[in-house]
């Protein structure tokens, strides 16, 4: 199994930006998809799931302003990002399992799959 995130980069605060992971070498379709982030000298933390069934899941930190969403045809979820503030500058992750439990969705242990990472800076 590959997970290939891009899209990362520079971007002023109140800008967007969207990410995107490519995924290989699984049934994309059954999997449930997340994308989590690392800011540095922090704990990796949930940013947000999209199960198979396309339920959509987010921390309370980022609800309201960003959107995962999946393209089964294409292998790829996709994180909308908008209204990004500085602490959303964080390393963001891309990860994938198929047998996550509605309880454990926000656990980054919950899942078997992890992409390289995508670098998202905000400046102020």
């Known amino acids: 199994v590959q997970l290939q995130a891009s899209g990362g980069g520079l971007v002023q605060a109140g800008g967007s930006l969207r990410l995107s992971c490519a995924a290989s070498?699984?049934?994309?379709?059954?999997?449930?998809m997340a994308w989590f982030r690392q800011a540095p000298g922090k704990e990796r933390e949930f940013v947000a799931a999209i199960r198979y069934s396309g339920h959509t899941y987010y921390a309370d930190s980022v609800k309201g302003r960003f959107t995962i969403s999946r393209d089964n045809a294409k292998n790829t979820v996709y994180l909308q990002m908008n209204s990004l503030k500085p602490e959303d500058t964080a390393v963001y992750y891309c990860?994938?399992?198929?047998?996550?439990?509605?309880?454990?969705?926000?656990?980054?242990?919950?899942?078997?799959?992890w992409g390289q990472g995508t670098l998202v800076t905000v400046s102020s």
């Open positions: 070498g699984l049934t994309f379709s059954r999997y449930t």
């Open positions: 990860t994938a399992d198929s047998g996550v439990i509605l309880s454990s969705i926000r656990q980054g242990n919950a899942y078997d799959y």
